[in-house]
């Protein structure tokens, strides 16, 4: 097992915002955690106290379960408010909100067909962490994960992507939120079961939302792709103290607003990596100073198909380097023809420590 630091810029300002990558031996978080999204631990184990999001996906590499913790050194503060579990330091907010979809909530606007259950899960999730964001007065929504149980599938006529998106879009305009431009950072994937499952980073201070040159915006992709456009922007860009913090959302195999090499994971990996390099060259436009540089961000990859571990990571480490801080996991994605996206984090000292 190794274990990387790596400190980005010689002074930055305590207190900086971490990321830390343990095997999952037990888990649980360390006092100073914000909070963490826990890959590849099966169904039988609760996580216990604070805001821990059990993704409900195989870890492929490394091949046990592990957590992606953020790590404040600030005083944290624990909490719950409605559904969502919360953590909150020195301006920033880390909340989990899950919401199985037999649950109803009778606020919810109710458009769509009633056996449109995810739709409605998903306002009714949504609902809950804008209330939260409110109540605890942490207005900004910078990065939100999202995990949704067959993804893919069709209920009640439509795919169950495009009802998340129904709901999460009805969500943000209920609270006033812009659907456009000011957006969060974010990623979707599919997951074998459980109930919808939402992790999200927040803070009172705002963010610059970042779009890729090379893609349609997500909030402007044409009706084919569904009744109401996702919500997400391809990156945010947010300052913290004295730290440039960068949330790469996930990012696929798509120019303009097509899908591309259908079929094809190593066309896909590459155009995958062409795509956050553009972002990235999009952010340093935006923030000369902050000088993201790919080989050091801290990366996930999702991989629908788990035997296509070794020609995804071949691309990546072709590009990345060997020594590149990513982690493998079993998930689908979003668009049926889609076999690989991938998402980063930069900015903040990371401690990788999954080989
Ligand atoms: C895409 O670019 C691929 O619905 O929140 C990537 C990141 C994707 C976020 C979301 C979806 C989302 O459209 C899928």
């Known amino acids: 097992?190794?274990?990387?630091?790596?400190?980005?810029?010689?002074?930055?300002?305590?207190?900086?915002?971490?990321?830390?990558?343990?095997?999952?031996?037990?888990?649980?978080?360390?006092?100073?955690?914000?909070?963490?999204?826990?890959?590849?631990?099966?169904?039988?184990?609760?996580?216990?106290?604070?805001?821990?999001?059990?993704?409900?996906?195989?870890a492929l590499a490394p091949a046990r379960p592990w957590l992606a913790a953020w790590r404040s050194p600030a005083p944290v503060r624990a909490g719950r408010h409605g559904r969502v579990n919360y953590r909150c330091a020195d301006g920033l907010l880390f909340g989990v909100v899950t919401v199985a979809e037999d649950e109803w909530d009778e606020a919810s606007t109710q458009e769509g067909a009633p056996q449109h259950r995810l739709q409605h899960a998903a306002e009714l999730a949504y609902r809950e962490l804008f209330g939260t964001l409110d109540a605890l007065a942490h207005p900004h929504l910078l990065r939100v994960w999202n995990y949704l149980p067959h993804i893919n599938a069709e209920e009640g006529g439509e795919e169950r992507y495009r009802q998340f998106n129904a709901g999460r879009q009805a969500a943000f305009a209920a609270h006033g939120r812009t659907l456009t431009g000011e957006v969060p950072a974010a990623c979707a994937l599919g997951v074998g079961g459980g109930p919808l499952a939402i992790a999200f980073l927040a803070a009172t201070?705002?963010?610059?939302?970042?779009?890729?040159?090379?893609?349609?915006?997500?909030?402007?992709?044409?009706?084919?792709?569904?009744?109401?456009?996702?919500?997400?922007?391809?990156?945010?860009?947010?300052?913290?103290?004295?730290?440039?913090?960068?949330?790469?959302?996930?990012?696929?195999?798509?120019?303009?607003?097509?899908?591309?090499?259908?079929?094809?994971?190593?066309?896909?990996?590459?155009e995958t990596l062409a795509n956050i390099d553009a972002l990235l060259a999009e952010a340093a436009r935006l923030a000369p100073e902050a000088g993201f540089r790919a080989g050091d961000l801290a990366y996930v990859a999702y991989l629908r198909r788990p035997q296509d571990l070794p020609k995804v990571r071949a691309e990546v480490e072709r590009h990345l380097g060997a020594d590149a801080a990513i982690a493998y996991v079993q998930a689908d994605v979003c668009r049926a023809d889609l076999l690989v996206e991938i998402e980063a984090s930069g900015g903040h000292p990371m401690e990788f420590r999954c080989r």
Do not use: K
């Not at 207190?15 to 978080?29: E, G, K, N, S, T």
């Not at 705002?206 to 009744?227: H, I, K």
């Open 205 to 270: 201070q705002p963010a610059l939302a970042v779009e890729n040159p090379r893609q349609v915006a997500a909030y402007d992709y044409p009706p084919e792709y569904g009744r109401r456009s996702p919500t997400f922007a391809r990156a945010a860009l947010a300052r913290h103290g004295g730290q440039r913090l960068l949330f790469v959302s996930g990012t696929a195999s798509i120019v303009g607003h097509r899908s591309l090499h259908a079929g094809d994971v190593v066309a896909q990996t590459r």
């Open 1 to 58: 097992m190794t274990a990387a630091v790596m400190e980005h810029g010689a002074s930055v300002a305590a207190p900086a915002l971490q990321l830390h990558w343990p095997l999952a031996a037990d888990v649980a978080l360390d006092p100073h955690d914000l909070g963490a999204l826990v890959f590849g631990a099966g169904p039988g184990r609760h996580p216990a106290g604070g805001p821990i999001l059990q993704v409900m996906t195989p």
